[in-house]
């Protein structure tokens, strides 16, 4: 039985890597404590459900005008909200204070629009159930391999392209990176578009297994801030790592006590690397002048 909860961890845990690895570029790159990210989330999920169940559409083609659509609501919450202020130099309380202001507006359009009652999706016709592994089946199976074959596209892109160079280098340093000529801002477009895709793909995936509702977005998020703080702030290997721990340690809760803990136990764990290990397992390194 054990078992069957430990491999619900790791589809858990490949959930919260994927979408704190699309918070972790957001946020390593620019310092923006980018709230807004939870109703990416969860206008991905709707808008799934309203292409592939209320109007029928193929499953991928789903997808896929998902993809497209978080990507684009990702990138203008960045060139109307973020850039303004950021070239204006205001304050990141100023921008998180503004991300939650985006937040509060797409979740209520969201509810006004499509209603408070969870939607469940049918299968229409798509059956996973065939695919499997050992106690992992059907759609969270499938979720688990998309999850991690997208996190390892990434890393090879962030390893050995030229737009993983710039984007370390913009992590690592801003205004270094203006001095030897990154365009910062177009860059930035780019990070928030990577950002919106890696969120929509665990939107689409997750939603199909378990629903979706409006307030679904804020745990989600919280759950990807917990692991990246477990992983280490500044790198992008730690969001992966902290999300399986977390997946994991959550599953566990789950087995030995009850999953109304889970919660309770992720905000305790988020206090005690707070106070004990603020830089994380793996702290980000430090450039020595």
Known sequence: MIWFFLSNGLINGSLIAITALGFAIVYNTTRIFHIAYAALYTWAGYVFYWLYVINGFNFFLSV????????????LCEKLVYQPLSKKERSPNTLMISSIGILIVLVNLIALIFGNTPRIFPHNGFDLSEFSFYFISGIPFISFIVFNLTM?????????SSLGIKTRALRDDILLSHVFGIDTYRLRYILFGISGFLVAIAASFRSLDVGINPYVGLPVFIYAFVA????????????LLGGFILGILQALVEYFVDNKWVMLVTFGILMIFLIFRPEGLIPERKRVY
């Open 64 to 75: 896929a005008i998902v993809v497209v659509f978080t990507v684009f609501l990702s990138i």
């Open 152 to 160: 390892i596209l990434f890393f090879i892109i962030l390893k050995y």
């Open 228 to 239: 990246l703080v477990i992983g280490g702030v500044g790198r992008f290997e730690g969001p």
